[in-house]
């Protein structure tokens, strides 16, 4: 699977776009972006992913760039839960493993 | 609604005791997975599995084994626990087009 490369740590104020970044410049053309979260104690939860076209999902937005060399998760309305480390995994899609990396610690400011 | 538990949530355990971590998915989900968590290492893979009866290593399963008897469950046994398997520990399961896995609320185990 590719590596990632996320930011360690991002703020952002409540009611704004988060955006957070991903670069997966090695990815291959069979491999999927996944974005999960883990707020504090719990287990990591699903967010979302896609492979080239942009998707959007309840809980957010994800761009993938047309070269696929990097991302960004967008919570469009952050609000204090969304508090939390957020990971950005790249996996083929025949893969059943996930592989987690050091993820980016967003802190939403009231 | 479906869910996946972990049991207990919390453990204290002596040294060179065995130990058995429970999980239980009713997702119907062929795919089971154990990790633990540390500070300082995120979240590692420790055993797998694809269906029943089968199980399969991860990047630190030395002290540790599962097995597969059935659909629902992925018991994770330490052998002789040693103070370096302290940790939390997540089970996750998906579904055969493993778009998205459901994790666990974790069990703390403290191996003193």
Same mark, same amino acid.
């Given at each position: ?9 991002? +703020?952002?104020?409540?009611? #704004? ?10 990815? %291959? ?5 996944? /974005? ?31 070269? #696929?060399? %990097? ?7 952050? &609000?204090?839960? +969304? ?16 592989? $987690?990396?050091? =993820?980016?610690?967003? &802190?939403?400011?009231? | ?8 949530? *919390? ?12 999980? *239980?998915?009713? /997702?119907?989900?062929?795919?089971? $997975? /154990?990790?633990?968590? +540390?500070?300082? *290492? ?5 055993? !797998? ?11 630190? %399963?030395? =002290? ?21 398997? &302290? %940790?939390? !520990? $997540?089970?996750?399961?998906? +579904?055969?087009?493993? !778009? =998205? !896995?459901? $994790?666990?609320?974790? &069990? ?5």
């Amino acid at each position: 699977d590719a590596k990632t490369t996320q930011p360690p740590s991002m +703020d952002c104020a409540e009611g #704004r776009a988060a955006n957070l970044p991903c670069n997966h410049s090695t990815i %291959s053309g069979n491999e999927y972006v996944y /974005w999960y979260r883990q707020i504090h104690s719990q287990g990591p939860q699903y967010i979302i992913h896609g492979l080239k076209n942009n998707e959007t999902n309840e809980m957010a937005s994800l761009i993938i760039t047309e070269d #696929r060399k %990097s991302s960004t998760l967008i919570l469009p309305h952050a &609000t204090l839960r +969304d508090t939390a480390v957020y990971y950005c995994i790249v996996r083929a899609g025949s893969a059943r493993q996930l592989t $987690f990396g050091s =993820g980016t610690q967003l &802190t939403v400011l009231p | 609604d479906a869910e996946i538990t972990q049991s207990p949530r *919390h453990k204290i355990t002596e040294t060179g005791r065995q130990v058995t971590l429970a999980c *239980h998915q009713t /997702w119907n989900h062929n795919n089971m $997975f /154990w990790y633990r968590q +540390d500070l300082g *290492h995120g979240l590692r893979l420790i055993h !797998y599995s694809y269906g029943v009866h089968d199980t399969n290593k991860g990047e630190v %399963s030395d =002290g540790y084994s599962v097995s597969r008897s059935n659909t629902e469950d992925l018991p994770l046994t330490l052998e002789s626990a040693a103070s370096s398997q &302290t %940790s939390v !520990y $997540f089970c996750a399961s998906s +579904d055969r087009q493993n !778009y =998205g !896995y459901t $994790f666990g609320s974790g &069990t703390r185990l403290t191996v003193v």
